[in-house]
């Protein structure tokens, strides 16, 4: 059997046993979705949205592109957002991001790795705008994790600035954005704790979630200093 017919019979075997546990499943699911959720994620390959938050087919619309950017001029990813918000009235979009992540690397590290070099600048911007805080983190590894939990925090931010929620938010429509940070070592979100759910919120929950942020650099040095 050749590689691809593997996955086709892993598809019908999935499939059929959807059915068996769940017979009106498909049907259900072709005549409408309804998600709740919005995911905007990396591209990565270990970082599957439904099976991370254990989330049936139907339960949330997802978007995921190379180090999960949101970029004001990127019509893919507005278009996600603009359809979910007006069309299937989402009530939450979760920008998640993860720790390790490849893209995030890249940038760190100034490494080439072709086109995509051009869309890391965006996660360059986020390391050029938080300089002196990347600087105060000497071991790479954590420098590494504040840029990934940086990005989130940012292209959330880039989220609630978007026209198609800043509409939402003027008429009143039921929705929160939210910043969120996967574990690839346990498998566990982290909530950063910006939760913007009207125009006017984001200042303070992206200042308050910085200020964690440092908190918490805070305490990992004095740990780094006191082991
Ligand atoms: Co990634």
Request: glycine share 6%; with cysteine; charged share 20%.
């Amino acid at each position: 059997m050749s590689q691809l017919e593997k996955l086709l019979q892993k598809n019908a075997d999935w499939a059929e046993r959807v059915v068996r546990e769940d017979p009106q499943f498909f049907g259900r699911l072709a005549d409408q979705q309804a998600p709740e959720y919005l995911w905007i994620g990396c591209s990565d390959s270990r970082v599957p949205a439904n099976q991370i938050i254990d989330m049936a087919p139907g339960e949330v619309f997802v978007h995921r592109n190379v180090a999960n950017v949101v970029v004001h001029t990127d019509l893919n990813c507005l278009s996600a957002i603009q359809f979910a918000v007006d069309v299937l009235k989402v009530r939450h979009i979760l920008v998640v991001g993860h720790y390790g992540c490849s893209g995030v690397k890249a940038t760190l590290e100034e490494q080439r790795v072709g086109l995509a070099d051009n869309w890391l600048r965006h996660v360059g911007d986020v390391a050029t705008r938080h300089f002196t805080r990347l600087a105060q983190v000497a071991d790479h590894r954590q420098k590494h994790d504040l840029l990934c939990t940086l990005n989130v925090l940012e292209q959330t931010a880039n989220v609630c600035e978007s026209t198609v929620v800043q509409d939402a938010w003027a008429r009143r429509q039921p929705l929160t954005i939210h910043g969120w940070i996967y574990s690839l070592k346990n498998g566990l979100v982290t909530d950063l704790s910006i939760d913007v759910s009207a125009r006017g919120e984001l200042e303070q929950a992206y200042r308050l979630a910085l200020q964690r942020v440092d908190e918490s650099l805070l305490a990992q040095q004095d740990g780094d200093s006191q082991g």
